[in-house]
C-alpha cells in the first residue's frame, strides 16, 4: 500500500529548482572583477558568480543599450500591508539576517563597493524592515534586505 492509501499525506514533489538571476553586463570582465573583489563571490570564467545563496550568471551584452537596470516601480495602494513599494529600483533582493545586513554591508564598504542607499528601517504588517543598496558597475541595484517581527 501506498502512503495515501494508508491515509497518509505526502508532500508534493518539488518541480522548481533554485532560481538564479542573468544579468547583460556592458563589460564581462570589470563585472566578474567587481562580483569577486567587492561582493566575496566565487566567480568562474563562464560568469558564474556566486556567494551563499545570492547566485548569478554574467553575461556579455551585445551592446551597451541592452543593459537595461530596472527603473523604480509604481506604488501600490493594494499592498496586504500599509507599504507602498520600493524607492529605488530593485533589481535583485538578497534576503538576510537581521544582523548580518550591518557586517556584510561594513565588508562591502571596505572594499570600495557603491552603497547607493545607506541602511534604512521601516515596518509593515507587523513586521520590521531593514534594506540597502548596492549598485554594481552597470547600475544593477543588490538590495540587502532584512526583516523581524515588531
Request: glycine letters at 10%; aromatic letters at 10%; proline letters at 5%.
Amino acid at each position: 500500500m501506498d502512503q495515501q492509501t494508508m491515509g497518509m499525506q505526502t508532500e508534493p514533489k518539488k518541480l522548481l529548482g533554485k532560481s538564479i538571476q542573468v544579468r547583460l553586463v556592458s563589460d564581462l570582465k570589470q563585472s566578474q572583477l567587481f562580483y569577486r573583489d567587492m561582493l566575496g563571490c566565487q566567480v568562474d570564467d563562464w560568469g558564474h558568480a556566486e556567494r551563499d545563496g545570492m547566485i548569478f550568471i554574467l553575461q556579455q551584452a551585445a551592446s551597451p543599450e541592452d543593459v537595461k537596470p530596472n527603473a523604480v516601480s509604481a506604488k501600490r495602494r493594494n499592498y496586504p500591508t500599509e507599504w507602498e513599494g520600493p524607492e529605488h529600483g530593485w533589481d535583485t533582493f538578497v534576503h538576510m539576517e537581521w544582523g548580518d545586513l550591518d557586517i556584510y554591508l561594513e565588508e562591502v564598504r571596505s572594499r570600495g563597493a557603491n552603497v547607493a542607499a545607506e541602511p534604512y528601517t521601516g515596518s509593515h504588517g507587523g513586521f520590521e524592515f531593514k534594506n540597502a543598496c548596492l549598485l554594481d558597475p552597470d547600475g544593477y541595484s543588490i538590495v540587502l534586505g532584512a526583516m523581524r517581527r515588531a
